[in-house]
């Protein structure tokens, strides 16, 4: 079995990436709602409206997956800190992120913190320091589908694609900094 990790900061596109890879016969779990199904949401942080998670249980809940043949993926912005077999790191230019974000009703201050963490690259260095391969694609532009074809090319041995650190946002850091 192979557990592949679709992973990235809120809003860069993993829940459309998923419908695809669900409509073109995937099996993908979507971890929000695999942590309440397995009571493994802690307590919320109230100042950043979100529930901590023990990344230890939630790691060991996806035993069930990794038990089943074929390709498993796991969409969530903490995927990539699983025992999966590939990390996809999904990306998204900060000021279309922002736009998304916001068109979710988020505040302006969640928008703030998930657009730095996107400039600083922070869930590919997460990913990167792992033992476990990274890809990155830019779901900027383009549409999920054409992201599901870079994902089943690198299924497809195309490995080379997509190469950590190919992403950088840096020259928009003064805007969000």
């Known amino acids: 079995m192979v557990l592949i990790a679709i992973t990235?900061?809120?809003?860069?596109?993993?829940?459309?990436?998923?419908?695809?890879?669900?409509?073109?016969?995937?099996?993908?779990?979507?971890?929000?709602?695999?942590?309440?199904?397995?009571?493994?949401?802690t307590?919320?942080?109230?100042?950043?409206?979100?529930?901590?998670?023990?990344?230890?249980a939630f790691n060991d809940s996806l035993e069930e997956y990794r038990r089943k043949d074929g390709v498993v993926f796991i969409d969530s912005h903490l995927?990539?800190?699983?025992?999966?077999?590939?990390?996809i790191v999904l990306r998204?230019?900060?000021?279309v992120l922002a736009e998304r974000l916001r068109k979710r009703g988020y505040s302006e201050a969640?928008?703030?913190e998930n657009v730095q963490a996107e400039v600083l690259d922070v869930i590919l260095c997460e990913a990167t320091d792992t033992?476990?391969?990274v890809n990155e694609y830019d779901c900027s532009e383009g549409t999920p589908s054409d992201a599901v074809d870079f994902i089943e090319r690198?299924?497809?041995?195309?490995?080379?694609?997509g190469p950590p650190g190919r992403v950088d946002w840096s020259g928009e850091m003064e805007e969000w900094f």
């Open 110 to 112: 969640k928008v703030r």
């Open 8 to 41: 990235g900061t809120p809003g860069v596109g993993k829940t459309s990436v998923s419908a695809e890879l669900r409509r073109r016969g995937y099996e993908v779990v979507d971890a929000n709602e695999h942590l309440r199904a397995h009571g493994l949401l």
């Open 79 to 87: 995927s990539h800190g699983t025992d999966c077999s590939r990390i």
């Open 92 to 95: 998204c230019r900060p000021s």
């Open 43 to 56: 307590e919320k942080d109230v100042p950043r409206d979100t529930f901590n998670v023990d990344m230890e």
């Open 131 to 133: 033992d476990i391969p």
């Open 154 to 161: 690198i299924l497809n041995g195309e490995i080379e694609l």
